[in-house]
C-alpha cells in the first residue's frame, strides 16, 4: 500500500512515520508514506499557497493551483483508489472505514489548514471526505496521522500476531475485554480465575461477556436494539 499525505506542514506529520509499528511497517516495505510540501507546488513569489476568501471574513484558504498540481502530478504517476480530504464535516472515521481503506492500492490524503481547501479542489478531485471527530483541529495533518496509522496498522503482516487486530476494540462491533499479565496478585489485586484456567473455551466465554458487559455500559450505543 502508499500513501500520499498533501500538506502545508510536512514537519507536523514526520515523528509518527519515524517510530513505532508504523516505522517497521515503512521499513520492511508493507507500506510506502510519502509526504509533499504544497508550497513546493506554489508558482507564486514567496510560496504562497492560501489566499483570502471571496465575499470577505476572516480566514485564510488554501488555493487551487497549488493542490492541483501536486494531485494531477501524482496521478499522472499511479492511480488512486481514493483523493480523500481530512475535513471536520466530513465523514465519521471508525474502525469500518479504517478496514475499508486498509484494502486499498494507493490513497492520498489532502490535509486542509486556516478555513480550509477553495471548494472547487472537493467538488473536481476529492473522492471522499474524512473528519476524525467533532471537534476543530488546526489543521488536517493530525486526523491524517491518525487515519494512516489506523490503516496502515490492519495491513496483514504488520502486526507481528496477525490476530491482534481482529480482537481490537470494535473489530466485532464491541469494546475489547480487559486484559492482564504477570504478577498475577499485586498488593493482593488478584487477575481474574478463569484466565489462569487453561480452560481456552471458557476464556473465550467469559473474555466475549466482558466485551458484551463492557460495551453495555460504557457504548450502548454501539450495540443493536434488540441485544441491549
Ligand atoms: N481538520 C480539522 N479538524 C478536523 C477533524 N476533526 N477531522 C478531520 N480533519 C480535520
Not at 498533501?6 to 514526520?14: A, G, R, S, Y
Request: glycine letters at 6%; aromatic letters at 8%; charged letters at 25%.
Amino acid at each position: 500500500m502508499r500513501i500520499d499525505i498533501l500538506t502545508v506542514l510536512p514537519e507536523l506529520l514526520k515523528s509518527p512515520f519515524e517510530a513505532s509499528i508504523l516505522k517497521r511497517a515503512i521499513d520492511a516495505g508493507q507500506v510506502e508514506v510519502h509526504l509533499h510540501n504544497l508550497r513546493d507546488y506554489s508558482d507564486k513569489p514567496h510560496k504562497q499557497v492560501d489566499d483570502y476568501q471571496f465575499g470577505g471574513g476572516a480566514g485564510m484558504v488554501l488555493m487551487i493551483e497549488p493542490i492541483e498540481k501536486c494531485i494531477l502530478q501524482l496521478q499522472s504517476e499511479r492511480s488512486y483508489d481514493q483523493v480523500i480530504y481530512m475535513t471536520p464535516d466530513g465523514e465519521r472515521f471508525n474502525q469500518q472505514l479504517a478496514n475499508r481503506l486498509s484494502m486499498c492500492e494507493n490513497i492520498l490524503l489532502l490535509c486542509g489548514h486556516y478555513k480550509g481547501v477553495d471548494q472547487r479542489i472537493r467538488d473536481h478531485y476529492i473522492t471522499h471526505e474524512i473528519s476524525i471527530g467533532d471537534y476543530v483541529l488546526s489543521g488536517g495533518e493530525l486526523p491524517a496521522a491518525v487515519v494512516s496509522d489506523a490503516i496502515i496498522r490492519l495491513i496483514p503482516g504488520v502486526l507481528n500476531n496477525e490476530t491482534s487486530a481482529l480482537t481490537d476494540s470494535f473489530q466485532d462491533g464491541l469494546l475489547a475485554p480487559p486484559v492482564y499479565t504477570r504478577p498475577a496478585a499485586y498488593k493482593g489485586w488478584k487477575v481474574p480465575e478463569i484466565l489462569i484456567s487453561g480452560n481456552l473455551p471458557e476464556i473465550e466465554k467469559w473474555r466475549d461477556e466482558q466485551a458484551y458487559q463492557h460495551t453495555k455500559e460504557r457504548r450502548p450505543d454501539l450495540l443493536r436494539e434488540e441485544e441491549i
